[in-house]
């Protein structure tokens, strides 16, 4: 079956700037993480999706936002960008939980200028 | 903070056994360690997990101390495909997240 997949897979954009980042999870998976990895801070959890409510949040500012939609894609938004948030943003989807294993997609490459 | 430590890099011949160390000495009951790793370029693949028990699947074994301050992942005839970043994880029972650390940069050499 398909695997993860994430659109669009690079993205440059500008301070200030707001942006929306695409999952599709595998068919039948009902979980939805969203992590940023940075060389300095690593895999940072940013949130999860279940049945399209947000069951689990980590420590990011309000301008990190998502949502998730009936056929349990997902998509997570930045609002004014800063150059901080470039950074590798991958999604996973599980079958229930974050907790069950999870498949990660290839990411999607964010440099903000 | 991640709840695990692990060695910043190791190396491992090609064919030989490969095993990880993972320091979770803060680890609590119900608190589960979850192994994925990370080829260059590509998101993380699950490995593993274990609670209490040593479990053993296609890809590895995981070894856990009877203390469960530590554990070991082993995958038993490592190739250069396998050369990766590997993550201990420990998952936090109170809100259920995975807290990844810095991990091991495993080298396989032929």
């Known amino acids: 079956k398909a695997g993860v997949t994430q659109t669009p897979r690079y993205l440059i954009k500008t301070r200030g700037q707001q942006v929306t980042l695409s999952c599709s999870p595998i068919s039948g998976h009902r979980s939805v993480s969203w992590y940023q990895q940075t060389p300095g801070q690593g895999l940072q959890f940013l949130f999860e999706y279940f049945s399209e409510t947000q069951r689990n949040k980590g420590n990011f500012p309000g301008r990190f936002s998502g949502r998730q939609f009936s056929n349990s894609r997902s998509e997570m938004n930045v609002s004014t960008l800063e150059l901080g948030d470039s950074a590798l943003y991958l999604c996973?989807?599980?079958?229930?939980?974050?907790?069950?294993?999870?498949?990660f997609g290839p990411g999607t490459r964010l440099t903000v200028l | 903070d991640a709840k695990t430590t692990q060695p910043t890099s190791m190396d491992c011949a090609e064919g030989r056994a490969a095993n990880l160390p993972c320091n979770h000495s803060t680890i609590s009951g119900n608190e589960y360690v979850y192994w994925y790793r990370q080829i260059h370029s590509q998101g993380p693949q699950y490995i593993i997990h274990g609670l209490k028990n040593n479990e053993t699947n296609e890809m590895a074994s995981l070894i856990i101390t009877e203390d469960r301050k530590s554990s070991t992942l082993i995958l038993p005839h490592a190739t250069l495909r396998d050369t990766a970043v590997y993550y201990c994880i420990v998952r936090v029972d109170s809100n259920y997240q995975l807290i990844w650390g810095a991990g091991t940069k495993l080298i396989i050499k032929p």
């Open positions: 996973a989807s599980s079958l229930i939980s974050s907790y069950n294993e999870q498949f």
